[in-house]
């Protein structure tokens, strides 16, 4: 069993950075892929970022350039650093792990979820 804990999360004015962790347990956190997802207000979960086991990244299209997403496999953690912060990033965001290693763009693919952090952006 994997847990997995976001933090980071908070206020922010609109233009400005956060940075999410995602802590996790277990010692295959090198094998896994994992995802930042978010979800706003009355609208479905999304993807965010992704990073596969060797390091390959996919974005959406509304964070591209503007967000990034890493790991540090000898901390077990993920993060994803965000910029330029517009108040449609508001949202819960959350962060998952699958056990394959790929990076996938649907929420069902992912075996293990953190709770979520919320994250506001004031205009």
């Known amino acids: 069993q994997v847990q997995l804990v976001e933090s980071g999360g908070g206020l922010v004015q609109a233009g400005g950075s956060l940075r999410l962790s995602c802590a996790t347990s277990?010692?295959?956190?090198?094998?896994?892929?994992m995802g930042w997802f978010r979800r706003a207000p009355r609208k479905e979960r999304e993807l965010v970022a992704a990073?596969?086991?060797?390091?390959?990244?996919s974005y959406s299209d509304s964070v591209k350039g503007r967000f990034t997403i890493s790991r540090d496999n000898a901390k077990n953690t993920v993060y994803l650093q965000m910029s330029s912060l517009k108040p449609e990033d508001t949202a819960v965001y959350y962060c998952?792990?699958?056990?394959?290693?790929?990076?996938?763009?649907?929420?069902?693919?992912?075996?293990?979820w953190g709770k979520g952090t919320l994250v506001t952006v004031s205009s």
């Open positions: 998952a792990a699958d056990s394959l290693g790929l990076i996938f763009t649907s929420d069902y693919e992912y075996d293990y």
């Open positions: 277990g010692r295959t956190f090198s094998s896994y892929s």
């Open positions: 990073i596969s086991r060797s390091d390959a990244t």
